[in-house]
């Protein structure tokens, strides 16, 4: 599978983002799905993640509350809402999947991700 990233920016902190990661293939209900940020100086870490079934989700503690992750089917989709963006949000957001068996599962460390998108970068300013 092929992921495109998209919907990075430069915002003030206390505003919005949706990140999109449109995905090539025709079993993307497949596919778990995950975010993750890396921020200059700093490892890849875990953002967000989705079940193939769409009905199980998790979160980094940082984000929780703030970000949503959803995905659509139709689309071959992944969706990263991104509310009260901080400076500390600041990094190269980046999506990943991994086909899986298991509709439930959530997969949230990098090892476990098959594939990559190309990232896109989010600047939040104070």
């Known amino acids: 599978v092929q992921l495109q990233a998209s919907g990075g920016g430069s915002v003030q902190a206390g505003d919005s983002l949706r990140l999109s990661c449109a995905a090539s293939?025709?079993?993307?209900?497949?596919?778990?799905m995950g975010w993750f940020r890396q921020a200059p100086g700093k490892d890849r870490e875990f953002v967000a993640g989705?079940?193939?079934?769409?009905?199980?989700?998790w979160y980094a503690d940082s984000v929780r509350g703030r970000f949503t992750i959803s995905s659509d089917n139709a689309k071959n989709t992944v969706y990263l809402q991104m509310n009260s963006l901080e400076p500390e949000d600041t990094a190269v957001y980046y999506c990943?999947?991994?086909?899986?068996?298991?509709?439930?599962?959530?997969?949230?460390?990098?090892?476990?991700?098959?594939?990559w998108g190309q990232g896109t970068q989010v600047t939040v300013s104070s």
């Open positions: 989705i079940s193939s079934s769409g009905d199980e989700t």
């Open positions: 990943a999947a991994v086909t899986t068996s298991q509709p439930i599962v959530v997969v949230t460390y990098p090892g476990g991700y098959d594939y």
């Open positions: 293939g025709r079993t993307f209900s497949s596919y778990a």
